[in-house]
């Protein structure tokens, strides 16, 4: 199996940028779906995007990326506003057809001020 593990979370001021970082091990990443999900608090976990799917609330602002070389896959967010404020997951998932995200790693928290 795959191993996932976030970085890059922190404090930021609305309008401004941060980029998250998925590191994958045990197995290439390459041969998984990778995606991006967020939760903030008292509200249900909700998707975010994949390199190719966005969803709604942040398309045009975030970007999801991909290094095979690094085995990582990035999410780089601009124009963040307070309430993309969530613990944000990365998760993969087998490209096979009607696979689910099994993989997941443990969160990293974003905070954006107003």
């Known amino acids: 199996q795959v191993q996932l593990v976030e970085s890059g979370g922190g404090f930021v001021q609305a309008g401004g940028s941060l980029r998250l970082s998925c590191a994958a091990s045990?197995?290439?990443?390459?041969?998984?779906?990778a995606g991006w999900f967020r939760q903030a608090p008292g509200k249900e976990r909700e998707f975010v995007a994949t390199?190719?799917y966005y969803a709604e609330s942040v398309k045009g602002r975030f970007t999801v990326s991909r290094d095979n070389a690094k085995n990582t896959v990035y999410l780089q967010m601009n124009s963040l506003k307070p309430e993309d404020t969530a613990v944000y997951y990365c998760?993969?998932?087998?490209?096979?057809?009607?696979?689910?995200?099994?993989?997941w790693g443990q969160g990293t928290q974003v905070t954006v001020s107003s």
């Open positions: 998760a993969a998932k087998e490209r096979g057809v009607g696979s689910d995200y099994k993989y």
């Open positions: 390199i190719t």
């Open positions: 045990g197995r290439t990443l390459s041969r998984y779906i």
